[in-house]
Every structure is written in structure tokens, then in C-alpha cells.
């Protein structure tokens, strides 16, 4: 049973130059929904999320938005329609302080939103609240982190695409970062979620999509695909 | 025997008053550097472009000022228009010339700019001829005399713009919402766009801006030093002095530049010829691409993303 779409990306080809990133990649996240994209070094995932935000041009196929055709819609765009991602390596700017990094990370909405966004988000991360003077770029890497998703959600996200939210963590910081992502999730946002600890992300999916070269070879729910033979093998070391 | 004290003590007066003298015209001619080289760093700061074309905002301000005096408008008002027809000017750069080749590189950026100010310098030349012309001062040219040097009232004017440009700038990039985009964009491009900034928008903007700097620095300095058609090589060459004297794209740096660029060539000026004047910028220039690639105030050499 899968909710109604409201991601659907349909036979999408990405290049760079002459290099093919994706090939033919389908796939669609429901609404409410957690589905994770799990995939090796390389796999073409950040490339997915890219083309998703419209950051990257697609070579062939569609990306369907809520029913509505986005393939070439230009980013800041989609970003108003709530396509909200969270890059690799979690990109603060360094030299602005956190609340300015916030305030722009809802820069898509108006000002009463900003300020009644920023209010929730400083109560679910009180550190950053205690932090909102200081540069950014002084924070630890866990509240960097921190700071990333935050600023994703001061967009007021209607699905949010996390690239690799655990790169880089120590697991205690790991799982306060995947709390959030299931607060998030049982707050009704739906979310997609590039990661390459697949064990951690198909715990946590209600489905999951396996990438390879640029294809997507296996999709099925979470747990089913935590017992598949081949992703045991290859991506959860077992 | 009373003469000795006082030729000494008239020496001294006359070597401060020199002094003096010399320190005003360098503060004002480097505050005008400042502006044009504050226009390279905003462009520097949301593209990685250095807009050679800087110094022909200057030269489009100053001419049109000169034309709008001509048909017969009252100063103030030709000084306004002449800024915002140099606005335009610098919009219409951006969208014509740099936005159709956004995905070139960075070089390729920098090669149009110089052909565009190539271009700008011949059609000025077709318009207004290659005769020098003036404007008056905008308000009378008496020197107010201060410890025996005489300083303009243009000057004072050229220095008081300068400092409510730089205050305007400092509210713009800290407060606002738009100039914080900018300033999001110039850290990182990508991190921008996936906030919802159209950073294509940005880039027309930072032309705009960076145009309007060229042009209040073109009518400033215009009643003091004479406007012609290529009065902007030199200035934009001071101003790009100025830029990466003070790190290339840290604005206050730009603006420290420009005064340290004004005031050695003014010293040099006074103090040994004034044929090595334009030596000071080529030899700051050099000594800082080689010495300090990152100018006196630079943090870091950015790199693009
Ligand atoms: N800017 C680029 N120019 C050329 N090739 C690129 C570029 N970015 C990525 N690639 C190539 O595209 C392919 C997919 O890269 P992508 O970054 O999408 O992989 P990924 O699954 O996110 O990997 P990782 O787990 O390392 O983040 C790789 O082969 C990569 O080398
Ligand atoms: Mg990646």
C-alpha cells in the first residue's frame, strides 16, 4: 500500500558532460511517507537529489511534483513549493551567524512565517538558540549538523531530502540526528533520505530504493530489504 | 638674532601645510578609488568575476552628466539621471554579455568584461567625441584653507558620499534580507539556490549596485579631475589596485585599499614627480599578486564551488 505520490520521478537520466550519472531511474516517495535512497560511493544518489531541487538539469525523463510536471522548473521555484533539501556535508555559512543562517534558510517564506518557524525550531534545538550569535562555522560537526536540518526546516518543508545526514557523526550524535528525522516524520513531512549507512536507513524507511551505477536495482519495503540476501552482502556487510 | 627660530618655524609650517595638502587630494582622489574598487568586489563576491568593465561606469556617469547639463537640466537632477542611466548600463551588461555565458568559466567571464569596456569606451568615443570636458563643482570651488592647505568643497563632498556609501552598504549587506542573500550566495552559490534564492537575480543585482558605485564615484570626481572618454582605464585599474590590495572581495578591504592607493600616489605625486603617479597602482599591484595574493585584509583565498 503506497500513499499517494507526491514525489514521482519517472525514468530520469542525469549527465555530467559525457559522464552518465543516472540511467532511466524511477522511483516515488507517498506522501507522509520516509523512503531512503541507499547506494555506494558514487552511485549517482547526491545527483538524484539534485536534479530533485533542480540544481541539476535532467537529461531525459520527469520529475512530477504534487501531479505537477517540475523537470524544468527553475529551483528557487520548487523551493516555494516546499522541495527542501539538506546537502552532503552540511554546508553552513560559516561566517554568518546561526540565526541568520536560519532566518535565510526560510527565506522562501514571508516574515511572519520566518518568525514562527524560528520559534519551534529554536524549541526543538535548544543548542542552537543558545548559539544564534555565533558564526556558524564555529559549531561542532553534531550541531552543524543540527544547524543543516534546521535551516531545511525553516522552509517549512512539504518533503524534506537529506543527503547523508549521518556523514561524518559519532553514533550518539547519529541517533539525536534520526530522532529528529522521525519527529519530523511524525509531524507529517515527508521525507527522503540518501544514506550510505544502509543498515541505519533501512531501519528507519518505511521503503528504501537500493542505487547502483546510476539504476535502481532493488526497491522494496525497509525491513524486507534489511533480509535481502544481495543488500546484506553488499551494503550491510554481513 | 630672532631670525633663525623663525625661518625654522615658518619651514615647518610650510612642510606641514605641503604635507597637508598633499594628504587631502590623495584622501579624496583614493575615496573615489574606493567606491570603484568596491564595485569589484560585490561582483567578485557573487560571480568570481572581475569586471574589468568597472572604471567605464565612471566614464558613462561623468559623460552623461556632462550631456544632461548640455540640454539644459538643473544639476542635481542631471547628476541622478546620470547615475541611474549608468545603472542600466550595468544591468543591461549583466544580462546581455556575462548571463549568456554563465556556465563559461570564470576567464572566459573576465574576457567578456574587457571586451564589453572595450565596447563601452568606443561607443562613448562615437557619442560625446574625444574631447575633455568639466562639470561644475556642486557647490562652488572656493578653498576652505586648513593649516595652510587648501581643500576643496568638492572634496568634502567626495569624502562625505564615500562615508554615507560605505555606512549604506555596511545597513545593506547586515539587515537586510536581500543583501544577506547576497552575501549567502557569495559564500556558497549552491547552499543559496536550495534557500530559494534566485541567484541569477543576484548577479543582476550585484551589477547594478556595482555600476551605481562606479557612478557616484564618475560624478564625484568628475569637477575635480576633467571627463572624457577614457578617463575610466585609469580609474578602473586604481579601483581593481584598490580591490585586491584590500583582498578581493572583502568590501572593507576595498575601501582601506583605496585610500592607501590614493594617498602613495598623491605622496609620490608631491614628493618626488608626479610622472611616477601612475607607477604607485601598477607597482601595488604587482607587489601584492606576488608578495600577498591575498591582500593586507583577505582571509583565505576562496575558491569556486
Ligand atoms: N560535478 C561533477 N562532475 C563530473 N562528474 C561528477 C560530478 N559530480 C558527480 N560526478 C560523478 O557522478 C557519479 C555520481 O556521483 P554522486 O555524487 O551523485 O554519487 P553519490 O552516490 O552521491 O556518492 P557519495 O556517496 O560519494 O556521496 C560519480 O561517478 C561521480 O564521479
Ligand atoms: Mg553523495
Known amino acids: 500500500m503506497i ?8 525514468r530520469l537520466g542525469c549527465h555530467y558532460g559525457p559522464i552518465q550519472a543516472l540511467d532511466d531511474v524511477s522511483l ?54 516546499g522541495i527542501i533539501q539538506v ?63 534546521a535551516r531545511g526546516l525553516m522552509a517549512r518543508p512539504r518533503i524534506l531530502l ?40 533501512l531501519s528507519v524507511a518505511d521503503r528504501a530504493y537500493v542505487l547502483e551505477a546510476g539504476k535502481v536495482i532493488l526497491s522494496d519495503t525497509g525491513e524486507a530489504l534489511k533480509t535481502n540476501e544481495k543488500v546484506k552482502a553488499a551494503y550491510l556487510g554481513l | 638674532m630672532a631670525g633663525k627660530p623663525l625661518f625654522l618655524q ?37 560571480s568570481h568575476v572581475i569586471n574589468f568593465a568597472q572604471g567605464e561606469f565612471v566614464m558613462i556617469s561623468g559623460m552623461s552628466t556632462v550631456s544632461l547639463l548640455a540640454v539644459g537640466m538643473p544639476l542635481p537632477v542631471a547628476l541622478l539621471l546620470a547615475v541611474g542611466i549608468t545603472v542600466v548600463v550595468g544591468v543591461a ?3 546581455f554579455a556575462v548571463e549568456p555565458a554563465r556556465n563559461a568559466s570564470v576567464v572566459t567571464l573576465i574576457i567578456i568584461t574587457i571586451g564589453a569596456s572595450i565596447f563601452l569606451r568606443g561607443a562613448a568615443e562615437v557619442i560625446w567625441g574625444r574631447d575633455f570636458h568639466s562639470v561644475p563643482a556642486f557647490s562652488g570651488s572656493e578653498p576652505i ?53 534566485n541567484t541569477r537575480f543576484i548577479l543582476s543585482l550585484s551589477f547594478g549596485l556595482a555600476a551605481m558605485l562606479g557612478a557616484l564615484a564618475g560624478i564625484l570626481i568628475a569637477p575635480i579631475s576633467l571627463t572624457y572618454p577614457s578617463v575610466g582605464v585609469m580609474l578602473g585599474l586604481k579601483g581593481f589596485c584598490a580591490a585586491i590590495l584590500g583582498g578581493l572581495g ?31 597602482a601598477f607597482v601595488i599591484i604587482l607587489v601584492v599578486l606576488v608578495m600577498i595574493p591575498n591582500g593586507l585584509f583577505g582571509v583565505k583565498g576562496t575558491e569556486r564551488v
Open chain 1, 162 to 201: 537529506l543527503d547523508e545526514p549521518s556523514m561524518g557523526l559519532s553514533p550518539i550524535l547519529v541517533d539525536e540526528v534520526f530522532e529528529k528525522v522521525a519527529a519530523q516524520k511524525a509531524q507529517g513531512t515527508t521525507i527522503f533520505l540518501v544514506e550510505q549507512n544502509a543498515f541505519l536507513a
Open chain 2, 145 to 197: 584653507i586648513i593649516g595652510g592647505a587648501a581643500l576643496l568643497p568638492q572634496s568634502l563632498w567626495v569624502i562625505g558620499a564615500t562615508v554615507v556609501v560605505i555606512i549604506a552598504l555596511r545597513w545593506f549587506f547586515g539587515r537586510t534580507r536581500t543583501g544577506k542573500a547576497m552575501l549567502a550566495t557569495s559564500y556558497n552559490p549552491l547552499v543559496a539556490r536550495l534557500m530559494g534564492i
Open chain 2, 93 to 95: 551588461l549583466e544580462k
Open chain 2, 10 to 46: 615658518w619651514l615647518l609650517i610650510s612642510v606641514l601645510a605641503e604635507f597637508l595638502q598633499f594628504l587631502f587630494s590623495g584622501v579624496t582622489i583614493g575615496a573615489t578609488y574606493a567606491l570603484v574598487g568596491l564595485g569589484f568586489a560585490i561582483i567578485y563576491n557573487a
Open chain 1, 3 to 10: 500513499a499517494r505520490p507526491l514525489l514521482q520521478v519517472t
Open chain 1, 87 to 149: 546537502p552532503e556535508g552540511r554546508q553552513v555559512l560559516g561566517p554568518m551567524t546561526v540565526e541568520d543562517n536560519l532566518t535565510l534558510g526560510g527565506y522562501s517564506r514571508t516574515r511572519a512565517e520566518v518568525a514562527d518557524t524560528l520559534e519551534q525550531v529554536y524549541a526543538m534545538f535548544p543548542v542552537l538558540k543558545e548559539r544564534r550569535g555565533q558564526a556558524a562555522g564555529i559549531l561542532s560537526g553534531g550541531q552543524q549538523q543540527m544547524l543543516a536540518i
Open chain 1, 28 to 81: 516515488t516517495v507517498g506522501d507522509g511517507e520516509l523512503v531512503a535512497l541507499v547506494g555506494a560511493n558514487g552511485a549517482g544518489k547526491t545527483t538524484l537529489l539534485r536534479a530533485v531541487s533542480g540544481v541539476q538539469p535532467a537529461s531525459a525523463g520527469a520529475i512530477l511534483f504534487d501531479g505537477v510536471d517540475i523537470t524544468t522548473l527553475a529551483a528557487e521555484r520548487r523551493v516555494r513549493l
Open chain 2, 250 to 280: 572583502n568590501p572593507m578591504g576595498a575601501i582601506l585599499g583605496g585610500l592607501i592607493v590614493g594617498v602613495s600616489e598623491a605622496m609620490t605625486a608631491g614628493y618626488i614627480s608626479s610622472a611616477y603617479k601612475d607607477a604607485v
